[in-house]
């Protein structure tokens, strides 16, 4: 229970910090309206075809009657769309962190100096460290497509298949979404994605703290443009907190 409260507290920390800081607060939330505009058009895009596109999925339905053929192509176009958001709740935060990389590298930082954290890095210098910082979010990527794809089939099974995919959702999400915020520090000091996901397995209590009601927060619709840069805040709380100093610098 304690770990648990710990990770919601860095959370709730990041909502004190970025409150009280209007311009950190305009700085996160433009990444995140980007993407929500992005993702939003193509979801619209993807529903106003969902009828054409399960259609030419399911021609073996032409020989049904006409109640069984819409009745399947209906599910599976409310399934396409669904599959499609969930797609994009666990890419949100990629795609942002992506999109605005330099814009949360800078409240992190502040965050940092503010609270005398240590900003040691690994002297890599910026653009290699942009660049390792592109292909981690890349593979978050694919991760959260990979992942809803398992979501998406969990999702056919009788009965309980809904209601344990939304709760396999929420956890998988968390744990995309915790990745995400630890990287900018592990990523400053030469880490890899596997070093974040080592770190999350030993704190996994923090992880389910911190990572679900992240999630939840980024489904609502303006809410998300503080919870991301929030998040941001708590993420690098948290890395600290994994971390502890570099190894070079005084405990």
């Not at 995140?32 to 399911?58: E, K, N, P, Q």
Request: overall charge positive; glycine content about 12%; aromatic content about 6%.
């Amino acid at each position: 229970m304690k770990n648990l409260l710990a990770g919601t507290r860095a959370l709730v920390t990041g909502f004190g910090t970025i409150v009280r800081s209007p311009r950190m607060l305009l700085l996160g939330a433009l990444p995140a309206l980007i993407t929500s505009v992005l993702l939003l058009g193509l979801l619209g895009m993807l529903a106003y075809f969902a009828g054409d596109i399960v259609t030419s999925l399911t021609p073996f339905a032409d020989g049904f009657s006409e109640g069984v053929r819409d009745a399947i192509r209906v599910l599976a176009a409310v399934a396409l769309v669904g599959a499609a958001a969930v797609a994009g709740s666990l890419s949100f935060i990629a795609l942002t962190l992506l999109i605005g990389g330099p814009f949360y590298e800078t409240i992190a930082e502040r965050t940092e100096r503010q609270l005398g954290l240590d900003t040691h890095d690994d002297g890599s210098g910026t653009l290699r460290s942009l660049g390792r910082g592109v292909r981690d979010s890349l593979k978050l990527v694919v991760i959260a497509a990979l992942g809803t794809v398992v979501l998406f089939v969990i999702g056919f099974v009788p009965v309980v298949g809904q209601a344990i995919a939304l709760v396999l959702a929420a956890l998988f999400g968390a744990w995309v979404i915790s990745l995400e915020m630890i990287g900018l520090v592990f990523q400053r000091r030469g880490l890899r994605l596997g070093d974040r996901h080592r770190a999350l397995r030993r704190n996994k209590a923090v992880v389910v703290g911190f990572g679900v009601p992240t999630y939840v927060l980024c489904l609502v619709p303006v809410v998300q443009l503080i919870a991301i840069p929030s998040a941001v805040v708590g993420g690098t709380l948290l890395a600290h907190r994994f971390l502890g100093p570099a190894p070079d610098q005084p405990s």
